[in-house]
């Protein structure tokens, strides 16, 4: 079964809500580091407010760069349209991020001194730029991995239907009451001749060994075609006894040329079906 939405977004947030946590408890880290070996001491509950008001705020935007990447990825053939919708994205995102250092400073002090907007918005892009591409490159790969499986599941399926059209092709190629009638004459047969009894399952093992080949050819030549019917034929001559008499009538000229697959099955079988088994009397089918 193919993924749903809510199937691929949930996973999605929680690795991202877990990568960034962990980025963030990461970054406070090292700021901790840094402060003690610089001699300036920064105490964990400022480094964690600082780390997690500015790399939380990458969870959004990672969720929207991946929706971003599945609307309009960037892929061979189509780069021109896609690449200019993720640079205005990238310049959205250095704004956005410019705009909320900007509000927020009061609360959490980015700036002792808040200088002009233009200096936090170019700071913001040196910050933010490589980010922000690094966060759309990992959306891309992640959008290619999930069509890769998507493919992939797609086939399986496609594949249990090819398993359930060729079971289904078998029931309509091959007439219930036609096994059901080779069965119980067999059954019959053991009895009474166990050679012929022998002759008939082999033929019906034949015949439904031709049937479930995996090879979806549609056509092959009328040696192989004639060889499937005979084994068919085998069977019924054996059922009817002396009813039934076949007469074949093939150019041997005509042996490889192809044919569709089975169109000599459904033939035969409404001749015997229809016009000799019907009869007491003998009957002749002439194939030619």
């Not at 990672?62 to 021109?80: D, K, M, Q, T, V």
């Not at 006894?241 to 409404?270: F, H, M, S, T």
Request: charged fraction near 20%; include cysteine; charge should be neutral.
């Amino acid at each position: 079964m193919l993924p749903t939405t809510k199937n691929r977004i949930l996973p999605l947030l929680w690795a991202v809500l877990v990568w960034w946590t962990a980025y963030a408890l990461f970054f406070a880290s090292q700021v901790v580091a840094m402060g003690e070996t610089d001699g300036r001491p920064v105490a964990w509950g400022e480094a964690l407010k600082y780390s997690f008001a500015g790399w939380m705020t990458w969870v959004p935007l990672s969720l929207g760069f991946y929706w971003l990447a599945r609307r309009h990825p960037i892929e061979r053939g189509n780069l021109a349209r896609p690449i200019a919708i993720h640079l205005l994205a990238v310049a959205g995102v250095i704004v956005a991020k410019a705009i909320y250092v900007w509000y927020t400073n009061p609360w959490l002090g980015w700036y002792d001194a808040l200088p002009g907007f233009g200096e936090v918005l170019l700071t913001s892009t040196r910050n933010n730029f490589m980010t922000t591409w690094t966060v759309i490159g990992v959306a891309h790969g992640y959008v290619y991995y999930q069509r890769a499986r998507e493919r992939e599941l797609r086939i399986a399926e496609m594949e249990r239907s090819l398993v359930s059209t060729r079971l289904e092709a078998l029931r309509a190629q091959l007439n219930p009451h036609f096994l059901f009638n080779a069965l119980n004459s067999v059954a019959e047969m053991v009895h009474i001749d166990g050679e012929l009894a022998d002759r008939m399952l082999v033929a019906l093992s034949a015949l439904l060994r031709d049937a479930l080949k995996q090879e979806p050819q549609q056509e092959r030549s009328l040696r192989e075609e004639i060889a499937a019917i005979e084994h068919y034929l085998t069977i019924e001559k054996i059922r009817l006894g002396e009813r039934l008499q076949v007469r074949w009538d093939v150019d041997p000229a005509c042996l490889e040329a192809p044919v569709p697959v089975l169109i000599l099955q459904p033939l035969v079988e409404n001749a015997i079906v229809h016009a000799i088994a019907r009869r007491k009397a003998n009957g002749v089918l002439a194939i030619s």
